[in-house]
């Protein structure tokens, strides 16, 4: 069964970057859309960005467009996400997720496997 890790959380300055992993094992990772997810303080968990299986199709939320950028390697298992521009607002537990094997592209609903996230802290 797929498993995932997230890792490259930490805390940064506010205009800073910082650049998640979403390491896979056990799985056909690439069958899986991945999506990522974040969940600030006190807040409900959203979701930011997505990735279809073979990384052709991707989606972002407004709040991060321009800012952050997904991709996969296939070839390592893994997902990135690139976010650049932090923002204090951005501050949450970052987490990844596999979708649907049936999904052509990907979404923000009806996950199937999850990580245990990685916190990122954007602070002066």
């Known amino acids: 069964q797929l498993q995932l890790v997230e890792s490259g959380g930490g805390l940064v300055q506010p205009g800073g970057s910082l650049t998640l992993s979403c390491a896979a094992s056990?799985?056909?990772?690439?069958?899986?859309?991945i999506s990522w997810f974040r969940q600030p303080p006190g807040k409900e968990q959203e979701g930011v960005s997505c990735?279809?299986?073979?990384?052709?199709?991707?989606n972002y939320v407004d709040s991060i467009k321009g800012r952050f950028t997904i991709s996969r390697d296939n070839s390592r298992n893994t997902v990135y996400l690139q976010m650049n521009g932090l923002k204090p607002e951005d501050t949450a537990v970052y987490y990844c997720?596999?979708?649907?094997?049936?999904?052509?592209?990907?979404?923000?609903?009806?996950?199937?496997?999850w990580g245990n996230g990685t916190p990122v802290t954007v602070s002066s």
């Open positions: 997720a596999g979708g649907r094997r049936s999904e052509e592209w990907c979404t923000y609903t009806g996950m199937r496997v």
């Open positions: 990735i279809s299986k073979d990384g052709a199709w991707v």
């Open positions: 056990g799985g056909a990772f690439d069958s899986y859309p």
